[in-house]
């Protein structure tokens, strides 16, 4: 059982860094830094957005209007980590 939890704990992981690496990446096409015309940079942004956007879109369900702010990606990764904690305390458990 402890295996199966370390295995979801890595799983979150990575979404963690997917989740980051959207963000990081979205701030440096808006400010211009990377450019959508780039075959590669088009394609990362269009995999990472075909990944992320489907659970996104379920938070925004539940966001109230912000305007242009979109906190959807916070409300992921603290979810994320909440998911983290919730397994840590549980292999600790297990031990």
């Given at each position: 059982m402890?295996?199966?939890?370390?295995i979801?704990?890595?799983?979150?992981?990575?979404?963690?860094f997917?989740?980051?690496i959207?963000?990081?990446?979205?701030?440096?096409?808006n400010?211009?830094?990377?450019?959508?015309?780039q075959?590669?940079?088009a394609?990362?942004?269009?995999?990472?957005?075909?990944?992320?956007?489907?659970?996104?879109?379920?938070?925004?369900?539940?966001?109230?209007?912000?305007?242009?702010?979109?906190?959807?990606?916070l409300?992921?990764?603290?979810?994320?980590y909440?998911?983290?904690?919730?397994i840590?305390?549980?292999?600790?458990?297990?031990?």
């Amino acid at each position: 059982m402890l295996s199966l939890l370390q295995i979801i704990y890595l799983i979150l992981d990575v979404a963690w860094f997917i989740v980051i690496i959207h963000v990081v990446l979205s701030w440096l096409i808006n400010f211009q830094v990377l450019n959508l015309r780039q075959p590669l940079v088009a394609q990362i942004w269009d995999g990472l957005n075909r990944l992320l956007e489907p659970v996104y879109s379920r938070i925004r369900a539940f966001l109230p209007s912000m305007g242009g702010l979109d906190l959807s990606p916070l409300i992921l990764l603290l979810a994320l980590y909440a998911l983290r904690i919730v397994i840590a305390n549980n292999m600790t458990a297990l031990i």
